[in-house]
């Protein structure tokens, strides 16, 4: 009878050691979540924050705002406006065949 008192009493001892354990690594990985959806919701709003602050820059006033202050660009205009003509090709250097030429890229 000693010898199963002795069994059950180790048995009871490394099932308490075992359940303090599982509790302890149970608080820890709580704590570890809790901190992990702490950051998730300051990432959320610094998102949202960021993403209003770029709709507000990509406004087409704003954008032309910046292009005309920083890049120093104006609207074009046809006062503005520099037409470039081709220079006809000699009639020497055409090809003998009829194939169009493409255009210039």
């Known amino acids: 009878m000693t010898r199963l008192n002795l069994v059950l009493l180790l048995a009871l001892v490394v099932s308490s050691l075992y359940l303090v354990r599982v509790s302890y690594e149970s608080r820890r990985l709580f704590t570890e979540l809790d901190r992990a959806q702490m950051l998730a919701r300051g990432l959320d709003t610094e998102h949202e924050r960021l993403q ?54």
């Open 52 to 105: 209003i602050d770029q709709r507000a820059q990509a406004t087409p006033l704003r954008v032309e705002q910046v292009a005309r202050e920083k890049l120093q660009m104006r609207s074009a205009t046809p006062a503005v406006t520099e037409y470039v003509e081709m220079p006809a090709r000699p009639a020497s250097a055409a090809p003998a065949a009829a194939v169009p030429a493409e255009p210039p890229r």
